[in-house]
């Protein structure tokens, strides 16, 4: 079965950046469509971010357009969300998982989420 592990996330600065990382175990990265996801206190999770397999098309929710970048790398197997001038409102916790992607994103049926990573954005 294929597992995903996110990592990456810290304390950062209002107008920071970050780079989390997504790393698939059990499959290539070429198999499938991985999104990010995130979680803010008191919120329910919501849709960050995805990359198709084949890594040609992209999706990005309108409140980080211009400011996140996902990416896949196949030979370290891992996708990363490169996140600049970060927002108090990012903070949150960051999932990966299998999803299709298109016109946003759908966590793909019994993908497991497996450990987030926690964002806190502050001053």
């Known amino acids: 079965d294929v597992q995903l592990q996110a990592s990456g996330g810290g304390l950062v600065q209002p107008g920071g950046s970050l780079r989390l990382s997504c790393a698939v175990f059990g499959a290539s990265v070429g198999d499938y469509d991985i999104g990010w996801f995130r979680q803010a206190p008191g919120k329910e999770r919501e849709g960050v971010s995805c990359?198709?397999?084949?890594?040609?098309?992209?999706y990005h929710k309108d409140s980080v357009k211009g400011r996140f970048t996902i990416s896949s790398d196949n030979a370290k197997n891992t996708v990363y969300l490169q996140m600049t001038a970060l927002k108090l409102e990012d903070t949150a916790v960051y999932f990966c998982?299998?999803?299709?992607?298109?016109?946003?994103?759908?966590?793909?049926?019994?993908?497991?989420w497996g450990q987030g990573t926690l964002v806190t954005v502050s001053s």
């Open positions: 998982a299998t999803v299709t992607c298109g016109f946003g994103l759908r966590r793909s049926s019994g993908a497991p």
């Open positions: 990359i198709t397999a084949n890594a040609r098309s992209w």
